[in-house]
């Protein structure tokens, strides 16, 4: 089964995305992380890319696809995988329905806008595992340091405010028209993502059949 996770940045796709990962056993592509690790490697790729993820902006459709195209080929994605941050346009949806990858099922976490700016200025992450923490929310047992591989957490340069604003005003201009994309499909299912992270997993994992 192919699982998309729909929603704003900082919906908590990422953290949801890993824990459905663990229960179904199937690994998550998220291609933000494919793009991070790309631009800190310096790769083609990230080298295209950079300019557009710091700036809070849509990597062009064809550099993301072939990212995605080269993992979703790897032995690990045999079984069905979560893809988080992918689609994020109708075009590149379209693109996964010409390819014959067709996710059985479209989970839109929604979270108000208002409560959005303050999750990401708390979000921390692991640049070398990409564990995702929160300050308040869901904090690493030691501060700044990574509960799963023990390496330095940061926060992102994205999760800073005035690109937030932006990531914010793009996901509503061209990620949220995803959602009757999916539900033309009869795919697209709504949970709301507000409050606890298990409660929010709880109603996540009701969804799939
Ligand atoms: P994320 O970690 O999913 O919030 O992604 C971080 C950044 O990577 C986004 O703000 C975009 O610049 C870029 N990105 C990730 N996925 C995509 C995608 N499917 N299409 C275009 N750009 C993407």
Redo the contacts with the bound molecule.
Sequence with gaps: MILVLLGA?GSG??TQASLMAKSLNVPVI????I??AAIREQTETGLK?KA??D???????GI?AEA?RERIGQADCAGGYIL??????IP?AEMLEELGISPGLALSIEVPDSDIERRMTGRRVCLSCNAVFHTEYNPARQEGVCDVCGERLTR?E?DEPGTVRE?LR?YHEQSEPLKGFYERLGRLRIVVGTGDVSEINRRLMETIP
């Design positions: 940045p796709k990422g998220s291609t933000g992380d793009l991070r890319a557009y993820v700036a809070g902006r849509l990597v062009p459709d993301v995605l988080d941050g992918y689609p994020r346009t590149q992102r994205d990531r793009v």
